[in-house]
């Protein structure tokens, strides 16, 4: 079906550049056309793959931090710097008000166009991008402000001078200070949830996960070129790494599914916000009338319980839980 519509965009694409180069009218067929590629794409987004998931996660049109924060948040300032080293464009963080009280936002910036991409390194931060966002979670827990963050990133950015400025080490930092910030912490995927790049501000008391988006230790390339040697074999690969919102909320890493509109969130932007916009306001409801002590200690079990063995199904499979597991 991807190569279906692919197929049909194609021929839509060529008819158009017909119509503007030899003034040619084709409006009749490039509507039918348009019409079988909407029949198509509706069809995608009822019965995705996980494969199909990732694309719409990566959508270029999706929603951006920007939309998330205009509509959450009222006088927005956003912060700048680490403090150490610089700025870091591909991280925003910042403070406004969420339903008349104080908070700090803060979420991966991906780019509208290519020249923003570039300048945003699409959405993959340096270290000083984690640094300047656990700067403004600390301020927030001294405000007694609660953080919502927002992650949509392929992962922490690659480069050499990344590595050289510390790039794991932030990330670990901001886990560990995260994992005892003595505020309520909401996070949202909203598109592409990528490796460490992402749970470097993923660390929560309640995770949120649009339905199309994708939460993944590896992107499906690298992990079937890894596995295979092969990245063709990504989609093989997007199946097995069960990354999709409906997976991780069976595994109960994700606590609630935000529904998108038919088609996906860059279908129908504002309404994709507004789910989301929804949602978080709740939760931070929720999170401000539990104690705080208890607030800290359910986010330790919470991830307590992730990745546990069952020891009747070592047993049965023969094998003993893996080292870091707890048995049951």
Partial sequence: MDRDLAEVERE???????????QMNLGEQIAALEARAERLREEIARHPTAWQRVQLARH?????????????????????????FGDDPAMI?????????????????????????????????NPEGYRKALRVM???????????TLIDTAGAFPGK????????????????????????????????????GALGIGLCDVLLMMEHAVYSVISPEGCAAILWRDGSR???????????????????????IIPEPPGGAHRHRDDAVAAVVESVRRHLAACARRP?????????EKYRRIGRVRRGSAEAAGTTPAAGGQAE
Avoid: C, W
């Fill in 12 to 22: 839509i694409a060529d008819l158009r550049r017909i119509t503007t180069t030899q």
């Fill in 60 to 84: 270029a049109e999706r929603p951006r931090i920007g939309d998330y924060i205009a509509a959450l948040t009222s006088e927005f300032l956003e912060l700048h710097g680490d403090r150490a």
């Fill in 93 to 125: 963080a910042g403070l406004g008000m969420v339903d008349g009280r104080p908070a700090a936002i803060v979420g991966h910036a991906k780019g509208r166009d290519t020249r923003e991409n570039i300048a945003r390194r699409f959405g993959m931060p």
């Fill in 138 to 148: 600390t301020l927030a827990a001294k405000l007694r402000a609660p953080v919502v």
């Fill in 161 to 196: 001078e990344a590595e050289e400025r510390g790039q794991s080490e932030a990330i670990a930092r901001s886990l560990l200070e995260m994992a005892r910030l003595r505020t309520p912490i909401v996070a949202v995927i909203t598109g592409e949830g990528g490796s460490g």
């Fill in 234 to 256: 990504a989609p093989e690969a997007a199946e097995a790494l069960r990354l999709t919102a409906h997976d991780l909320a069976e595994f109960g890493i994700v606590d609630e």
């Fill in 292 to 300: 705080e002590e208890s607030l800290i200690a359910a986010r330790y």
